[in-house]
């Protein structure tokens, strides 16, 4: 299913159920885990079933967790041969987080997932969230339809990078898919200050100068399912730049460019319409700050067909 019907009002509680549990799955990279540059290594890849974590060490051999939306379960394996699962039902938070720790103690990986969620408040510990979920397994296939669309769209545009660039991946404490490019130039000494986030994640994650890229379902100020693009740190003049499409827009609050996701999958050609945001808020973002973009930008790679680069770089 690409470009799925979206509502965030209606869709609301089964977001935030979907939320709290990939705040407990994605502990596991955290605790296992050396810590790899910006975070990556915590963030969740998005794949045709679900969100799953990367491989993390049990004793000699590797694990994994997948969130299956295709299925409404956790799945654990492992190389051992181990494989395992739980249903996902509209547990509390506090029921999934014990069922989630007894299956990763069955299959051998013996890690704590106590602690709490990062980047919203108020910060429940998961152990103590009893808070009423709702899960409704056709509306997660639709929001993982989403993310998985978007993610296709993302990997697209990261071909026409050579610079250093993130991967397309899901960012679980603010449940959005982001894709960053970077200048490799430092940054000045990022501001802190994200809700259950310790500062020293924030100040390594914008340690350089970047341009960043996304996806979301709503929330934070924008009630609607939305793309995003902003620099860190904000170039001058960058809220007036003229971006594609024009439904594109400056979020004063948020500080960043957001189109809407409705607005994308109802044009012709929803693909061209998001790659035209990507590449105008791009190209706005590194004229702005000064990038070497002849340095930076390659062709858009083609299937089957590598790439001659240009004899400048």
Not at 86 to 115: I, K
Not at 139 to 161: D, K, P
Not at 175 to 195: E, N, Q
Not at 287 to 311: I, N, Q
Request: glycine fraction near 10%; proline fraction near 7%; include cysteine.
């Amino acid at each position: 299913m690409r470009w799925p019907r979206l509502d965030y009002a209606a869709d609301r509680r089964v977001v935030e159920t979907l939320h709290a549990y990939l705040q407990v799955v994605g502990k596991l990279p955290t605790r296992t885990l050396p810590w790899l540059n910006h975070g990556w290594h915590v963030a969740l890849q998005v794949v045709p079933r679900g969100f799953r974590t990367y491989p993390v060490p049990v004793g000699e051999h590797q694990a994994e967790l997948l969130v299956d939306c295709m299925g409404s379960r956790v799945v654990l394996e492992s190389s051992s041969g181990f494989a395992d699962e739980l249903t996902l039902s509209g547990q509390t938070v506090a029921d999934f987080h014990r069922a989630l720790g007894e299956l990763l103690q069955r299959g051998g990986v013996e890690v704590s997932l106590a602690g709490g969620p990062n980047e919203v408040d108020p910060a429940v510990p998961f152990a103590q969230d009893r808070r009423e979920r709702i899960w409704d397994a056709g509306t997660v296939r639709r929001l993982h339809a989403a993310f998985s669309t978007a993610n296709r769209v993302f990997e697209r545009f990261r071909t026409g990078f050579v610079g250093k660039s993130s991967p397309s991946h899901l960012f679980w404490g603010s449940l959005d898919l982001a894709v960053t490019r970077f200048s490799g130039r430092k940054a000045p000494l990022h501001p802190g200050g994200i809700p259950n986030l310790p500062d020293a994640v924030t100040r390594e994650a914008y340690s350089h100068e970047v341009a960043s890229f996304g996806f979301w379902l709503g929330g934070g100020g924008m009630e609607e399912a939305a793309f995003y693009a902003y620099g860190y740190p904000v170039p001058t003049g960058l809220p007036h730049a003229r971006l594609q499409p024009e439904a594109a827009r400056w979020h004063d609050g948020l500080r960043e460019f957001v189109l809407p996701y409705a607005r994308v999958r109802d044009a012709v050609d929803p693909d061209a319409t998001l790659l035209q945001f990507l590449e105008s808020s791009y190209a706005a973002i590194a004229e702005l700050a000064g990038w070497d973009r002849r340095a930076l930008e390659v062709p858009t790679g083609r299937v089957g067909a590598p790439r001659e680069l240009p004899s400048e770089l």
